[in-house]
């Protein structure tokens, strides 16, 4: 006999999803993606790609950003 779970497709990244099903926020969940998107001209995608590159220290970030260009 199989268990229910067995029929739920391997989704990666599905366990981090909000259960309240609304749809996520300028930035999403992570909070420096929302800070660097707010504060600067960044897109929320962009701020994502820039943390992913060079990590979490905001000052580091908003140096960087302000030198970015944002998606047109």
Request: hydrophobic content about 30%.
């Amino acid at each position: 006999m199989t268990q229910a779970n067995d029929n739920i497709p391997n989704r990666p990244g599905a366990a981090d999803a909000p259960a309240t099903g609304n749809l996520p926020t300028k930035g999403g969940d992570d909070p420096d993606v929302r800070f660097l998107a707010e504060h600067t001209d960044l897109s929320p995608k962009q701020a994502r790609e820039l943390i992913r590159e060079h990590g979490h220290d905001r000052d580091k970030l908003l140096k960087i950003a302000r030198t970015m260009k944002a998606e047109g």
